[in-house]
T-cell receptor, first 113, second 113 residues
Framework: NAGVTQTPKFQVLKTGQSMTLQCAQDMNHNSMYWYRQDPGMGLRLIYYSASEGTTDKGEVPNGYNVSRLNKREFSLRLESAAPSQTSVYFC????????????FGPGTRLTVT | QKEVEQNSGPLSVPEGAIASLNCTYSDRGSQSFFWYRQYSGKSPELIMFIYSNGDKEDGRFTAQLNKASQYVSLLIRDSQPSDSATYLCAVWPSSGSARQLTFGSGTQLTVLP
């Protein structure tokens, strides 16, 4: 089992460029999440998907879109990257019965110049 | 005021000592509390959770909860250099709120050999 995988691991974008962060899990979890982590700010929820076919906004959704492609995959898109989106992005997944026990992917370190 | 507050540290303790990590939360109705450990450059992993007032022990780790004071702590006994990491406190909100984990900004712990 690979658990939660994310691609790419590192990315540098110029302001205004777009990109999609990919996430996949092989644990048959219903719920998936996208967080960003900035120094001194902890983990902040961007979007989540409670189940296949549903997505909801988290604490900091502006500038992002998501797609729950199927039960395994949950992608995060930046349509027009801004320097304020420089961060480490984590994808996570959890069982429906234990939503708090979230399994995290290795992260994507994104720099927007 | 942030919903979940932690001292950012860094906290340094000598090997073999007790490390005490503290967390306060603002949602008085919160029911469930979690500690995640994050090694430098890695993703967070769940290490402890507690629901009831009092202490919960798991090996060298003890979680303590005082709902009246809205305070949760993590004690690490016989600290080892391998315990050096950032510890994130997370809170599951009360019913009726958005049912997602809220994380503190983390406390960086260094255990000195």
């Amino acid at each position: 089992n690979a658990g939660v995988t994310q691609t790419p691991k590192f990315q540098v974008l110029k302001t205004g460029q777009s990109m999609t962060l990919q996430c996949a899990q092989d644990m048959n979890h219903n719920s998936m999440y996208w967080y960003r982590q900035d120094p001194g700010m902890g983990l902040r929820l961007i979007y989540y998907s409670a189940s296949e076919g549903t997505t909801d906004k988290g604490e900091v959704p502006n500038g992002y879109n998501v797609s729950r492609l199927n039960k395994r995959e949950f992608s995060l898109r930046l349509e027009s990257a801004a320097p304020s989106q420089t961060s480490v992005y984590f994808c996570a997944s959890s069982e429906a019965r234990t939503l708090y026990e979230q399994y995290f992917g290795p992260g994507t370190r994104l720099t927007v110049t | 005021q942030k919903e979940v507050e932690q001292n950012s540290g860094p906290l340094s303790v000598p090997e073999g000592a007790i490390a005490s990590l503290n967390c306060t939360y603002s949602d008085r109705g919160s029911q469930s509390f979690f500690w995640y450990r994050q090694y430098s450059g890695k993703s967070p992993e769940l290490i402890m959770f507690i629901y009831s007032n009092g202490d919960k022990e798991d090996g060298r780790f003890t979680a303590q909860l005082n709902k009246a004071s809205q305070y949760v702590s993590l004690l690490i006994r016989d600290s080892q250099p391998s315990d050096s990491a950032t510890y994130l406190c997370a809170v599951w909100p009360s019913s009726g709120s958005a049912r997602q984990l809220t994380f503190g900004s983390g406390t960086q712990l260094t255990v000195l050999p």
